[in-house]
């Protein structure tokens, strides 16, 4: 039996490096509440040159630190405790939490994202192309939740489907993307943290995509939640292939076809995609990895196995590996597009604009 192991790679997912430190007399007074914050809160906030500032009621604490850059806030005589990152933090949406007095909490001023397999608070720090994710006055489309019963794990399990903005009125089938989370998160990041959703509707608004489904699962099958602990993909495999693909084509109006089918996933979940696209070749037509790995001719085999590859990450993620894939895929004739998010590292900017490159390439 097939065995992965997985050593932490994922942690990276929660810990964003900050970019080259500035001296703090170059920090601009005009930080803003984050988006991501809840109904009235002011704190966290963010400034225009991505630096993120905190402010936590704890009167009777000793010590107060944010693991974004490692924070240590002061205190001050009205109980907050307040500081501002050492340096700017990289653009798009970081996981933190905060630690007061060693123990672990989250910050009750913004939203909680799972991941790092557990809740996490989340910042956005505004990018400068954040309009190909933004909210936008167009069609949307839905995100539905599913549940299905899979036989092999002896449990019901949940999905969430995205179904384009033209799907509630009509007869047309679609095409469908299966797209995986990372390590440590779960079936709502693509949606919620990675707005796969609002990337989807604008790309269709543009016209720049061919509408299709997108189904996102939780990507574990046992209790391996903890890095360093074995993960077996064959029984996640049998879970997606077996179970999830006839449920959603039995339940919604797909065209339930290799030729209309992809798969994707980022970082753990591109091993998940590699592995399981290479075993169930008739099932996938288009193949993405999004800081996943990548694939080699001699991994595939004959070109016609696949109509269209994927493969991304950050330009902090050892892209030269990515490049040089992409060339020896093509030379041998494979059908492949490969993409470096810049000033990115592992984290969910990377995997939008992964997104909204892989997106247009599929089913044409």
């Known amino acids: 039996m097939k065995r992965l192991i997985f050593t932490g790679l994922c942690a990276l997912l929660w810990c964003a490096l900050p970019a080259a430190a500035q001296d703090a ?52 005589e009205d109980g907050y405790w307040t500081g501002t990152t ?46 190909f994710y933004a909210m936008k006055n167009i069609p949307h489309g839905q995100v539905h939740q599913i549940l299905f019963w899979s ?9 969430f489907v995205y179904t384009p903005p033209q799907y509630e009125n009509g007869s047309k089938e679609y095409p469908v993307l299966y797209l995986q989370h990372g390590w440590g998160e779960n079936e709502y990041a693509w949606w919620n943290q990675g707005k796969a959703n609002l990337i989807m ?7 720049k995509i061919e509408p299709f489904l997108i189904v996102m699962t939780y990507g574990m099958t046992n209790e ?19 179970e999830l693909v006839p449920y959603v084509d039995s339940h919604f109006r797909t065209r339930a076809d290799k030729a209309h089918r992809a798969m994707a996933g980022l970082s753990m979940g591109g091993m998940e995609t590699r592995n399981i696209t290479l075993d169930r070749p008739e099932m996938f037509a288009y193949w993405g990895l999004l800081s996943g ?49 810049e000033g990115t590292a592992h984290e969910f900017l990377t995997w939008r604009r992964c997104l909204y490159q892989m997106a247009p390439m599929l089913f044409r």
């Open 25 to 76: 007399a170059t920090v601009r007074e005009d930080f803003k509440p984050s988006e991501l914050n809840q109904l009235g809160q002011d704190y966290p906030m963010v400034n225009s040159q991505g630096y993120a500032r905190f402010r936590i009621k704890a009167p009777e604490a000793s010590s107060v630190i944010v693991n974004l850059g490692n924070t240590v806030l002061q205190k001050g």
């Open 86 to 131: 050492a340096a700017p933090l990289d653009e798009g949406f970081h996981y933190y939490h905060l630690t007061i007095d060693g123990g672990v909490f989250n910050d009750p001023g913004t939203h909680n994202y799972y991941g790092s397999t557990r809740w996490e608070s989340g910042i956005e720090i505004p990018a400068h192309d954040a309009d």
């Open 151 to 159: 036989e092999s794990t002896s449990q019901v399990r949940k999905a």
């Open 201 to 207: 509707d604008n790309l269709i608004a543009e016209g």
């Open 224 to 242: 391996a939640r903890l890095a360093g602990r074995q993960f077996d993909y064959k029984e996640f495999e049998t879970v997606l292939c077996d």
């Open 293 to 341: 790995g990548v694939y080699m001719p001699d991994d595939i085999g004959d070109p016609k196995r696949v109509q269209g590859i994927f493969i991304g990450c950050g330009s902090k993620e050892n892209p030269d590996r990515i490049r040089q894939a992409a060339q020896a895929l093509k030379s041998a004739g494979y059908p492949v597009k490969a993409y470096v998010s």
